[in-house]
C-alpha cells in the first residue's frame, strides 16, 4: 500500500475553513490532502457524510493527581486517556502538581512514571506551582520550560493550593522572562473563606452552600486583581474555568485593551446550574465544582464569551471523584460543602456537549467549535502545528464525526472511572464514530484499540501567547530614569 490509512470523502473542518476531500496518512502524520487521492492506504475508510476534526485536544485536566486535601482522581492515566478518546480527544495536558515542600524536578519525574506505561493518547503537562521557593524560580521552572514544561497553574484559593499576590508577582516575572504561560484559579480566598465559616457555624454544611460559599463577586474580584497583577509586570495570562457574568466582561475588556489575556471555560458552566446541588443529603455534592455552575443568566454570558471570543478554550477540567468516602464525600453524609473533594468529570462528553448544544443549536460555528476544542489549545501552549490542524505534516489525530448521532448520556457507556456523570440522562446529537491518534484507530465503532502506554509525551514550545506586549506598567519602565536597576 501507497499509505498506512486513507480517509476518503470527508468534510474536512479546521479551525479556518471547511473543504471536501480525502487524507492520507503515512508514519503517523498527515502526508497528502486533496480530493480523489491516487494510490491505496492499507486502511481505508469512508467518511463520506461525516466530519472530519482535529483530534480534540484537553488542555484542562486532572489526572491521576492528589487534590490540594490529598484526594486521589478516580481516573489514572490509563482510564483517563481512554475516556478522552472515546469522545473525540487525541491529546490532553494535565498537571503535574506540586504540593508545598515538593521538588518540582521530582514531582515531574512522578507523574512521567504514572503516565508512560498507561496513557493512550498523547499528553504534555502543565505544571502546578504552589511552593515558589528560590531554588524554583531560580533553577527548577526556568530548566523546566526549556524541557517543554511551558504553562503553569497557579491558585489564589485553596489553603493547600493557594499563593500570594506577592507570590504570583515572582511567578508571573519568571514565566514572562522565561517563555511560560500562567494559568490561573482565580477566586477570593478569604469572601469564601468567611462565607463558609458562617454557613458552617450555622450548621449548613449541605452541598448547595458551596454555591454560596464560592459567591459570584469572589470570582469576579480575584480575576480583576490577577489581570492588575499580569498588568504590572506586563506578563501573558489564561484565567481558568470562568463560569460567571462579571469576570467574563472584565476578561473581555483587558483583551479590549490589548493585553494579552486568555480566557477558558468548561461544559460545566454551559449545561449546569447552582440548582444541580440541590439535592437531599450529599447527593448534591456530584455537581459540586470550584468556581460553581451559577445560573441561566451566566450560562448565556459563557456563550456570549465563546461566540464573540473572548474564550480561547474549551476544557474539561475533568476532576473525577467516585461518590464514596475515599472520593466526594471523605466523611460520607456527614461531609460538608468544605470537606467535600472540588470537581466534575467531564473529559469524555466535553467535545459532544459543546457540539450538541452550540453548533447544533446554531450557537457555534463549526470552525469554532473546532478552534475552541482543539486549534487554540495547541496555539496557546506551544503544540502547535504538530497538534491541533488537519495539515500535511501534522500528526494524523483525527475525530471522525457523525453529526447526526443521537446519544442519550449514561456513566455506563462512559470510560472514565467515576461511577456517575453529572450530566446522566441528556441527549446529545453528535458523537464520535472513529478516533484516530497518530495514524493509529485507537477507537472504532466503541471499541478501544490502542495499548496502554502508547501515547507520547509531547514537550511544549515556548509558545508565542506567553511573548509579553513590552509594556509593562508605567512605573516600572520609569525605574531606569530614577536610576534603578530595571526588574526584567
Ligand atoms: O472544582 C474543581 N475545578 N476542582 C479541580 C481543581 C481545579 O481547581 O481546577
Ligand atoms: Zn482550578
Ligand atoms: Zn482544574
Ligand atoms: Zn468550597
Sequence with gaps: ADYDLIVRNAKIVNDDRQIEGDIAVKDGVIAAIEPGIKGKGRREIDAAGKFVLPGGIDSHAHIEQKSGFGIMCADDFYSGTVSAAFGGTTTVIPFAAQHRGMSLRQVVKDYHEAATPKAVIDYAFHLIVT??????????????????????????????????????????????????????????????????HHLIEQGHGAPKFHAIAHARVAEAEATNRAISLARLVDAPMLIVHVSEIEAIETIRQAQKKGLKIYGETCPQYIALTADDMDKPGVQGAMWCCSPPPRDSAAQEAVWEGLKDGTFQTFSSDHAPYQFNEGGKIPKGDKTTFKEMANGVPGIEIRLPMLFSEGVQKGRITMQQFVALTSTNHARLYGLYPRKGTIAVGSDADLAIWDADKDVTIRWKDLHDNVGYTPYEGREIKGWPTVVVSRGRIVVEDGKLNAE????QFLPCASPDSSKPLGQAAPELQAMSRFGAKPLF
Aim: hydrophobic share 45%.
Design 131 to 196: 511552593d515558589p521557593t528560590p531554588q524554583a524560580l531560580g533553577q527548577d521552572l526556568p530548566a523546566l520550560i526549556r524541557d517543554g514544561y511551558t504553562s503553569f497553574k497557579i491558585y489564589m484559593t485553596y489553603d493547600a493550593m493557594k499563593v500570594s499576590d506577592y507570590q504570583m508577582l515572582d511567578i508571573l516575572a519568571l514565566a514572562r522572562k522565561e517563555g511560560a504561560l500562567v494559568m490561573v484559579h482565580a477566586e477570593n480566598h478569604d469572601m469564601i473563606q468567611w462565607l463558609a
Design 452 to 455: 496502554r502506554g502508547s501515547g
